[in-house]
């Protein structure tokens, strides 16, 4: 708590109080038995044990209803009337996987540009005075997000729950009859060039794709940018996207996913009433995914460069496609490893050898595949002795299985997260679009805290000696060159590869 002024002026005077109070009833001269102000405050000071922790009161699982268009459109309306708010999401099956290697970034390109301008009416004419659809919401009293992830799309209007009504109307108009002016095509197509040029030097964007290459392997779908590369974005076509729009905006798969402060009955309505007519499905199936292949012993470095960079960030990443352990086990695992100070990556590499400020580590969840992920920013005069650090301390993991109370804390973070599930619009929207995403259609949450209560130290080491075997992880490094180059020489990693993000 941060002391005012008036506090710190207090304090003599509460202390002089308690001294006199303390004293009342005598006068202490000069003599032998007299007591120091010291010795009165110390003999006054009643010490008392802190409280108990507050009883864990996880909240309850809000009342969800569902119901379906005939156009086979999902409605999911959960119901959270906390606060007057609302987030409405609707949840697109088709993501930046439905782009081919030579046609990346056109999903990217379909979505955004429906957050644009029309630019022109039905009519053919030009609309000088037009507001973009992102203008639209704002002025609405909302927030809109357009985002792409390898499995799905998404649009998404924040706001006051009594403009629910008109959210739900916008974004049918906006899916609809999706904008793609051909002026603000021409300038998204800058952008995005520019942005795929900055992917050399831009971290953390570059050094996520880089990660995704060595999490899941180079060339793997689920490895691509959503952005594309510049072979795919230069030539790319407005004709070539207003295709892709009709074929990634279709009822068909889609879910409506509202949360907050409303009634059911309110959304369906509305709901009916803004995609009811909307028709449409994808015009082919998506490509069956190849898994990603299990590493065998790497002779090379994936190298991001950042010049005078303080720190070398250095990351250790495998898929999970040979993996047959429960997603509880692979949290805990994550959770020892790498999640806070006091985990076995935060205790060697913070607490003990002060060569980081944090540690990570973790399990990248997709649809069709997974992969395990632990980073952390090394000093960059010191990453030799980091990265050393940093393999040992996966080699512990491998030797012997975790302690008792390393198990007990691990599970206690995943806990904690599940019971927060609810906490807010926010939390239930994004715990909701996680389970639609990776296609299990609703949270599992007291399914997930049974799994995490059963997990053993003996599932934990038989994963780790799997995952974490000598060899089997694939490093990435991003910063100076000169400490990435002594940084893996000094620890036989192999050859610095120098990568280029978005080529």
């Avoid at 202490?28 to 102000?37: C, F, I, L, R, V």
């Avoid at 929207?429 to 003996?458: C, H, K, M």
């Avoid at 893996?488 to 050859?495: D, I």
Wanted: with cysteine; glycine share 8%.
């Amino acid at each position: 708590m941060r002391t005012t002024p008036a506090a710190v002026s207090l304090a003599p005077i509460l202390l002089l109080a308690c001294s006199s109070v303390s004293g009342a009833g005598s006068v202490q001269g000069p003599g032998a038995n007299a007591k120091s102000d010291e010795d009165v405050l110390r003999g006054s000071w009643t010490h008392t044990a802190p409280p108990p922790p507050l009883q864990k009161v996880p909240l309850p699982a809000p009342a969800v209803t569902r119901f379906a268009l005939q156009n086979g459109m999902r409605i999911v309306v959960i119901e959270q009337h906390r606060k007057p708010v609302v987030a409405v999401s609707l949840v697109l099956p088709r993501g930046a996987l439905a782009d081919s290697t030579s046609s990346g970034g056109m999903t990217y390109m379909a979505v955004k540009l429906a957050g644009d301008y029309y630019e022109w009416s039905l009519s053919g004419e030009q609309l000088y005075e037009e507001k973009s659809f992102r203008r639209q919401v704002a002025d609405a009293g909302g927030s809109a997000r357009l985002e792409i992830e390898p499995d799905f799309s998404l649009v998404r209007v924040s706001g006051y729950a009594p403009d629910a009504r008109e959210y739900i109307r916008m974004i049918g108009e906006a899916v609809a009859r999706p904008r793609h002016g051909g002026r603000t095509f021409t300038a998204r197509r800058h952008a995005m060039l520019d942005a795929i040029e900055d992917l050399e030097s831009s971290d953390p964007e570059a050094m996520e794709q880089l990660v995704a290459n060595a999490a899941f392997g180079s060339g793997h779908p689920y490895a691509r940018s959503p952005l594309g590369t510049v072979d795919s974005v230069t030539p790319m076509g407005i004709e070539e996207v207003v295709e892709r729009q009709l074929d990634v905006f279709v009822p068909k798969g889609a879910t409506l996913l509202v949360v907050g402060d409303v009634r059911p009955d309110a959304v369906a309505a509305a709901a009916k009433a803004a995609f009811g007519r909307w028709d449409g499905e994808p015009a082919s199936p998506l490509a069956a995914l190849p898994p990603p292949t299990v590493p065998g012993v790497s002779t090379e470095v994936g190298f991001l460069e950042r010049r005078s960079a303080s720190t070398l960030l250095v990351c250790a990443t495998r898929p999970l496609s040979d993996i047959r352990g429960s997603d509880a086990a692979l949290d805990v695992l994550a959770n020892i490893l790498g999640r806070g100070p006091a985990s076995r990556l935060g205790a060697t590499l913070r607490d003990r050898n002060g060569l980081t400020y944090w540690t990570s580590a973790r399990v990248v969840r997709r649809r069709h595949a997974r992969a395990f992920l632990a980073c952390s920013p090394l000093k960059a005069d010191q990453a030799d002795v980091g990265v050393r650090l940093f393999r040992d301390v996966l080699e512990q993991m491998r030797e012997a299985p975790p302690t008792a109370q390393e198990v007990q804390r691990a599970k206690a973070v995943r806990l904690a997260e599940l019971d927060a599930a609810y906490d807010d619009v926010f939390d239930t929207s994004q715990e909701w679009l996680r389970a639609i995403a990776l296609g299990t259609g609703a949270p599992r949450i007291e399914e997930e805290r049974a799994e995490i209560a059963s997990v053993t130290a003996a599932d934990v080491h038989k994963l780790a000696r799997t995952i974490l075997a000598r060899g089997s992880t694939r490093w990435v490094v991003s910063g100076d060159r000169s400490a990435a180059a002594r940084a893996v020489q000094a620890n036989a990693l192999g050859q610095l590869h120098w990568m280029l993000a978005g080529r």
